[in-house]
């Protein structure tokens, strides 16, 4: 079930969603240990990447154990967003990923994201733009339109593909709903049945049944995954064995779970810094014990922890008695 991407082939269509502020380096590089076929850098503001801010050029940092790489570009501009696309394509991405989904009011705000899904003509010329500007393949991420009432996603997607767009991404809801209701898939169908490149569906893919229904009522050539990999990573290596052979694997034992999260704690604060390191990992740490027996009051106890061997040394403390109890 391979995907292809202009030159780049992907061997298991399960892609890594792009999450602002979660889907950094040492995330994506531990998701694709676990062996998705994408990871998308979270978004980046095409203007602050001209500008090469600190932080912008942090976010679109990649590594070689994260091959192939995509990196999601945001803008309103289409000469900014041009020359943002050949930036990232001089520093080694393999794709260059147009976000014209996010419903985030800051965003929208600034006429990028979603709000481009009401202005298809100035939609497209983004998408020329970026396209024309790079050798790599671009892709496209989108939502169904702007609210109930303008259902725009199969047009756009025609735009797209007319314009040189080799893969199509659909979160199944439209940006008035933000996150709220379900993921509507089976309208997510109609933006395949309109175009011949892939179409990926988005949106409230959790578990394995999500799967199935996500791709049944789609037809979609394959999954992109969110918040489903919050504080399980490992979930796009079972989504890719269920996609295989159907088999569910569980997750990890609590004592392989302490050494991924350690090792994604420590990757945090070499990427970060310690100050950094130690407040971005709070989330993170907060996902991985979430449903763990006194998970609550251990998270409030190492929030409140500023040295990373004591962190550390406490989740040793709080993984490994639950690990005793269930190999017991």
């Not at 998705?36 to 503001?45: D, F, K, Q, R, T």
């Not at 175009?195 to 049944?209: C, K, R």
Request: aromatic share 6%; with cysteine.
């Amino acid at each position: 079930m391979a995907l292809t991407i202009g030159p780049v082939e992907i061997k298991d269509p399960v892609i890594l969603a792009p999450m602002s502020g979660v889907t950094d380096m040492p995330f994506r590089r531990l998701v694709k240990r676990f062996g998705a076929g994408l990871v998308v850098s979270e978004m980046i503001a095409s203007e602050a990447m001209i500008r090469a801010s600190r932080k912008s050029l942090k976010m679109a940092t990649n590594s070689a154990e994260e091959w192939p790489m995509s990196v999601q570009l945001a803008g309103c501009e289409a000469a900014k967003m041009a020359e943002a696309a050949r930036l990232n394509e001089d520093r080694g991405a393999a794709i260059i990923d147009i976000n014209m989904g996010c419903p985030v009011k800051k965003v929208v705000n600034g006429h990028a994201g979603s709000a481009l899904m009401r202005d298809l003509d100035h939609a497209g010329s983004l998408i020329h733009a970026t396209v024309n500007a790079v050798s790599l393949p671009v892709t496209l991420k989108m939502r169904l339109g702007w609210d109930d009432n303008s259902f725009n996603a199969p047009e756009l997607a025609k735009i797209a593909q007319q314009a040189g767009v080799k893969m199509i991404v659909v979160h199944g809801r439209t940006r008035c709903q933000m996150y709220r209701g379900h993921a509507d898939w089976r309208k997510v169908g109609i933006v395949k049945q309109a175009v011949d490149v892939p179409v990926i569906v988005n949106g409230d893919i959790t578990t394995f049944d999500d799967v199935t229904s996500a791709l049944e009522q789609s037809g979609a050539d394959g999954v992109m995954i969110g918040r489903g990999t919050y504080g399980k990573p490992w979930f796009i290596s079972q989504v890719i064995a269920y996609l295989r052979d159907g088999s569910r694997v569980p997750d990890p034992d609590l004592e392989t779970q302490l050494d991924v999260v350690l090792g994604h704690y420590d990757d945090m604060l070499h990427h970060y810094g310690i100050d950094g390191g130690l407040r971005i990992a709070r989330k993170h740490l907060g996902w991985y014990t979430k449903g763990l027996r006194d998970s609550a009051e251990f998270r409030n106890r190492i929030n409140h922890l500023d040295d990373p061997e004591q962190v550390k040394a406490s989740l040793r403390d709080f993984y490994r008695p639950l690990a005793d109890q269930m190999a017991a």
